[in-house]
């Protein structure tokens, strides 16, 4: 009855941390070691993997046939620590490994 609601600001949800996977996204990603992860086109995790060259895999990742649509990044020189903790934490979640993406069987390695 006081037109409060009026003064109630909306709600700001942060940024999305997921970037399209295109050239201009991958050309600020820096040369260096750490972790990515893609996703499809309904943001569904698909591929987690740990890279000594994160820009040189995603570059190469964006060239192939892929269903990835976006892509998250993390540099960390010990990355296949925090590889494993990022599959580990998705298997919690969802009590799978992620799909792939569709280029041969890459979390077989992991075993």
Not at 67 to 76: G, L, M, S, T, V
Request: hydrophobic share 35%.
């Amino acid at each position: 009855r006081c037109d409060l609601r009026l003064n109630i600001l909306p709600v700001i949800f942060p940024p999305d941390k997921w970037l399209d996977l295109n050239d201009e996204n991958i050309s600020e990603v820096p040369e260096v070691e750490g972790v990515y992860q893609l996703r499809d086109e309904n943001k569904v995790v698909i591929v987690i993997k740990g890279s000594q060259n994160i820009k040189a895999d995603l570059q190469e990742k964006l060239k192939s046939d892929t269903k990835a649509r976006y892509f998250w990044y993390e540099p960390d020189p010990m990355y296949t620590k925090r590889e494993s903790e990022l599959i580990q934490q998705f298997l919690q979640q969802f009590g799978k490994m992620p799909e792939g993406d569709g280029e041969g069987d890459e979390l077989d390695d992991l075993f």
